[in-house]
């Protein structure tokens, strides 16, 4: 064999080693079996590497093999993916993750938002650590939007089979068989979307490394498990929790929140609901339509941040339907009694007592900065112990950011994600992207639903737009008459001038599905008139979109059906 041969022997060998992701030692044990046939004293090193390269690349091989098979068995399905970047987070335990302590981001947190940055930035090539602690997911799958978004649908069987006889000649009757069974079927639910769309993403990232613990900032990364982690930049997305009032006595009783009560296998005879917000709206309608004595007692109104018409009438439909509601109330204190609980309110300078058999505590969420070690890093905080962010994501900390439900603002799981992307894309190409939610939809899942997008009135005038409003009761749209329900009305506000639409709020049935085209028009500066104009199907919720644009100049009392 020729010394040319040989050399071309070894450049191959070098390249398939290289191809096998094999050690460098081997790299140039194979280059070298070339040189030594030029040299003239092959003889004393071809026999010994080959036999090195032969055992180095079995063993590698073979070692590479029985490490990925550990990472796919080493426990229950949930678990296996959980785990497998925590223990063997950095020692080839999947292969091609990061083999040291060094990443481009951290991300803290592992729920929608979390995720969203770290598939964002992992889809730029970066490596990512991404650090969550507790069930994986967060808030919307395992314990928000998901599994109450379930049980509300369910009761609305209920509600919908006794209201079947608005239609003359119909008869229909609906019970709760076992409540146990409802809960169990919306925990299975639950438990697959978690598997489907956080467990099972992590293996399709090569890129991510998955890290299950309590996670502290410190200059240059994080503290995780008593080990730095070093990053460029980091992405606080940890969430909230459930915000307890400050009564005197409520912790003294016992209470549900919106997770626990979501849990509750056995319904209570009586329930009393504190909090008017969104929550605690859902909630209180969700409980008594299954048979539950509701009370809903709040501070100020109803929905305080929708628009007044459109609060007070959800107030009226949730009285018809039997909820007790008290608003305007200051709560004095709350104690055990031979009832259950009793909390003592003050509404026009009385005090009121009420009794429940549990109460149910539906007062906002705080989010989760304990123990991050945010204060030595100076990143500030809100009067609510928010993380306080501009409209980039960044903290007051050069190179950390933070998304989601920890910055206290539109908590909503898809403005988490959105701004987690954001997030993670100006951490990683240098802080061009503005976060917007002047188009931002947001839905209350009451029935019927209340859905917005843009400014409310009040809104609307303290920007100083010249404001004019229409309201069009859901008596005038065809849908609402041919369903036999018109519980509701669309208010559209737009700016007196220029005729822009600034903000359309929804309360029908169906209105979260017609919220979206009043963004888009918002989204692309359309005025009242280009709504107007456009063409609708007959017999849909969102017509009444066109009618209330209609409104503005026209007696739509006086027109006929699809008429322009």
């Known amino acids: 064999m020729s010394g040319r041969t040989l050399i071309i022997t070894g450049a191959v060998g070098t390249v398939v080693a290289a191809i096998c992701c094999v050690t460098p030692i081997l790299v140039i044990g194979l280059a070298a079996i070339g040189f030594a046939g030029a040299g003239g004293w092959l003889d004393w090193v071809l026999i010994p590497v080959l036999v090195a390269c032969v055992a180095i690349i079995g063993y590698g091989l073979y070692r590479r093999k029985c490490e990925v098979d550990a990472c796919r068995t080493a426990s229950p399905p949930f678990l296996s993916r959980k785990n497998i970047m925590t223990a063997k ?54 314990i928000g939007c998901v599994p109450s978004k379930t049980l509300i649908r369910a009761t609305e069987t209920l509600h919908h089979a006794e209201f079947a006889k608005r239609f003359h000649g119909i008869k229909a009757t609906a019970c709760i068989e076992d409540w146990r069974t409802v809960v169990r079927q919306k925990d299975e639910l639950v438990a697959s979307l978690r598997q489907a769309k956080y467990a099972d993403l992590l293996p399709s990232y090569n890129n991510i490394s998955y890290l299950e613990g309590k996670a502290r900032l410190v200059a240059g990364g994080l503290e995780f498990n008593g080990a730095r982690i070093t990053a460029g930049k980091v992405i606080i997305a940890s969430g909230a929790r459930p915000s307890i009032p400050a009564i005197a006595g409520i912790d003294t009783i016992p209470y549900l929140t919106s997770t626990t009560a979501l849990e509750l296998e056995v319904l209570p005879k009586s329930l009393l609901v504190i909090g008017g917000g969104y929550i605690g709206t859902e ?282």
């Open 89 to 142: 987070a950095h020692d080839g335990c999947v292969p091609g993750k990061n083999g040291g302590k060094l990443y481009d981001l951290a991300v803290v947190g592992a729920g929608s938002a979390g995720f969203s940055a770290a598939i964002t930035a992992a889809e730029k090539g970066a490596q990512v650590a991404l650090v969550g602690h507790g069930l994986i997911g967060g808030t919307c799958v395992n």
């Open 283 to 564: 909630l209180a309608q969700m409980f008594s339509r299954a048979g539950v004595d509701v009370t809903l007692v709040f501070r100020s109104r109803l929905l305080p941040e929708a628009e007044p018409e459109i609060g007070e009438a959800l107030q009226e439909y949730l009285a018809d339907e039997g909820i007790t509601i008290l608003g305007g109330v200051s709560y004095e204190s709350i104690r055990r009694s031979a009832a259950g609980i009793t909390l003592v309110v003050q509404r026009d300078g009385r005090n009121e007592m009420i009794e429940t058999e549990q109460v149910l505590v539906t007062t906002g969420r705080t989010p989760n900065t304990d123990g991050l070690g945010l204060e030595e890093l100076g990143i500030v905080l809100s009067s609510h112990g928010a993380i306080v962010v501009d409209d980039w994501m960044r903290t007051t900390r050069p190179g950390v950011y933070a998304a989601g439900d920890v910055t206290g603002r539109d908590p909503f799981v898809y403005m988490a994600a959105y701004g987690a992307k954001l997030a993670a894309k100006n951490a990683l190409n240098g802080d061009s992207l503005r976060y917007d939610n002047s188009a931002m939809p947001a839905v209350v899942f009451t029935d019927p639903q209340v859905a917005s997008v843009g400014a409310t009135e009040a809104a609307a005038r303290a920007a100083g737009h010249d404001v004019r409003t229409s309201v069009l009761p859901l008596s005038y749209v065809p849908r609402a008459l041919a369903a036999r329900d018109t519980r509701g009305l669309i208010k559209l506000v737009a700016d007196g001038k220029t005729r822009i639409l600034l903000g359309a709020h929804i309360l029908a049935p169906e209105g979260s599905d017609s919220i979206q085209t009043a963004a888009i028009a918002i989204c692309q500066g359309l005025t009242i008139d280009d709504l107007a104009a456009m063409i609708f199907p007959y017999l849909t919720t969102v017509e009444g979109l066109k009618l209330a644009a209609q409104t503005f100049d026209k007696d739509i009392a006086r027109l006929s059906c699809c008429a322009e």
